[in-house]
């Protein structure tokens, strides 16, 4: 079956005339599929034995809701979809000030194998098409009413684990006939695949580049991040300042506050001395619980940020949203998971 709607607009051109079909029909069916089509058949300017043809040559299934839930405390709004295979993954918009974002899932599963995280739980079970990225942001936007200015790939999964269509998508939900949002209205999160890091910065997309660190020093990191393992924090740093030479973008710094593990002074410090010279900002993140895991979240967040404060670095505490709906990294799938085990 081909994936139309993870095709850009040449693509799709190409696909068509190899249809016989004039050029014209790929605008026309690019901008249904991103306004949000859920089928052919109401592709109603389409000849009807057109749209009977891509019915049966296409694989297009539009997810559906499989669980919905909303934040009493802030109006976060939780998704888990359904894919046409039976898969389900995550996205929740939140709601700022400055406009609603949505964090997108990459991946079915995960395998980076954090220690801390949910998501890679019960490993990785395929890659998402760029198609399923993008219906995530669109139908979100449309089940919501909410519109959509922001994206972070902060969701299930690694983004650079998956790049071909990662990448597609970038171009997708970019593209002003689609959903058209600007690349520096897009973030990307990544656990540090040093050499994707690499390939990105050449690239030069204004995107916002997030590092998953959570620990400054090798032991540290690789412990709760096998992805460290024969690679190491210096390697990552050396990634993150040419990133910043070549694009001009300053890298957003994740660090998940665990009680007794990352939170001590002596690493505030070393995590300072790392982003000397290279502009970067810390975001601290109050560790979010997972059942399965041993970690706490730690109680020297607030020492913490001081400290590297004194030190020059520019810090945030990131707010807390969606407390009350399993919001965080994969807890909703992997409960919906749990529950569909569950002996009768
Ligand atoms: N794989 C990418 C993106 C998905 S994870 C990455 O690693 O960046 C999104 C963010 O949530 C990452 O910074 C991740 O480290 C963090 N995270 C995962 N589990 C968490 C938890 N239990 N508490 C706080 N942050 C967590």
């Given at each position: 079956?081909?994936?139309?709607?993870s095709?850009?607009?040449?693509q799709?051109?190409?696909?068509?005339?190899?249809?016989?079909?004039?050029?014209f029909?790929?605008?026309?069916?690019?901008?249904?599929?991103?306004?949000?089509?859920r089928?052919?058949?109401?592709?109603?300017?389409l000849?009807?034995?057109?749209?009977?043809?891509?019915?049966?040559?296409?694989?297009?299934?539009?997810?559906?809701?499989?669980?919905?839930?909303?934040?009493?405390?802030?109006?976060?709004?939780?998704?888990?979809?359904?894919?046409?295979?039976?898969?389900?993954?995550e996205?929740?918009?939140?709601?700022?000030?400055?406009?609603n974002?949505?964090?997108?899932?990459?991946?079915?599963?995960?395998?980076m194998?954090?220690?801390?995280?949910?998501?890679?739980?019960?490993?990785?079970?395929?890659?998402?098409?760029?198609?399923?990225?993008?219906?995530?942001?669109?139908?979100?936007q449309?089940?919501?009413?909410?519109?959509?200015?922001?994206?972070?790939?902060?969701?299930?999964?690694?983004?650079?684990?998956?790049?071909?269509?990662?990448?597609?998508?970038?171009?997708?939900?970019n593209?002003?006939?689609?959903?058209?949002?600007?690349m520096?209205?897009?973030?990307?999160?990544?656990?540090?695949?040093?050499?994707?890091?690499?390939?990105?910065?050449?690239?030069?997309?204004q995107?916002?580049?997030?590092?998953?660190?959570?620990?400054?020093d090798?032991?540290?990191?690789?412990?709760?991040?096998p992805?460290n393992?024969?690679?190491?924090?210096?390697?990552?740093?050396?990634?993150?300042r040419?990133?910043?030479?070549?694009?001009?973008?300053?890298?957003?710094?994740e660090?998940?506050?665990?009680?007794?593990?990352?939170?001590?002074?002596?690493?505030?410090?070393?995590?300072?001395?790392?982003?000397k010279?290279?502009?970067?900002?810390?975001?601290?993140?109050?560790?979010?619980?997972?059942?399965?895991?041993?970690?706490?979240?730690s109680?020297?967040?607030?020492a913490?940020?001081?400290?590297?404060?004194?030190?020059?670095?520019?810090?945030?505490?990131?707010?807390?949203?969606?407390?009350?709906?399993?919001?965080?990294?994969?807890?909703?799938?992997r409960?919906?998971m749990l529950e569909a085990?569950?002996p009768n």
């Open positions: 079956m081909t994936d139309i709607k095709m850009d607009l040449s799709m051109t190409a696909y068509f005339q190899a249809l016989g079909q004039p050029a029909r790929a605008r026309q069916v690019f901008q249904w599929l991103h306004r949000g089509a089928s052919f058949e109401e592709m109603s300017n000849p009807k034995a057109l749209r009977e043809r891509l019915g049966a040559e296409c694989l297009f299934a539009p997810p559906t809701v499989e669980r919905k839930q909303v934040s009493a405390l802030d109006g976060t709004v939780k998704y888990l979809w359904r894919l046409h295979d039976g898969n389900c993954i996205t929740v918009l939140m709601r700022y000030k400055h406009g974002t949505v964090c997108i899932s990459s991946q079915v599963g995960c395998r194998g954090c220690a801390f995280c949910a998501s890679t739980l019960a490993g990785r079970v395929r890659d998402l098409t760029a198609a399923e990225m993008v219906d995530q942001v669109l139908f979100t449309l089940d919501s009413g909410a519109p959509i200015s922001n994206i972070v790939l902060m969701g299930i999964g690694e983004p650079l684990d998956n790049w071909d269509n990662v990448m597609r998508f970038l171009t997708l939900i593209h002003p006939e689609g959903m058209n949002i600007g520096q209205h897009i973030s990307l999160s990544t656990c540090g695949l040093v050499e994707k890091i690499d390939k990105l910065a050449a690239l030069r997309l995107l916002t580049l997030s590092v998953s660190l959570h620990a400054p090798d032991e540290t990191r690789s412990r709760i991040m992805v393992r024969g690679v190491g924090v210096e390697r990552l740093f050396e990634s993150c040419r990133y910043f030479e070549q694009t001009g973008r300053r890298i957003s710094y660090y998940a506050m665990i009680d007794g593990v990352n939170d001590h002074d002596w690493q505030a410090d070393l995590l300072s001395r790392h982003l010279g290279t502009p970067g900002h810390v975001n601290l993140i109050p560790l979010n619980e997972v059942k399965e895991s041993p970690l706490r979240p109680r020297r967040v607030a913490f940020q001081k400290r590297l404060e004194s030190q020059g670095v520019t810090v945030t505490v990131r707010r807390k949203l969606g407390g009350d709906i399993d919001a965080s990294c994969g807890q909703l799938r409960k919906q085990h569950k």
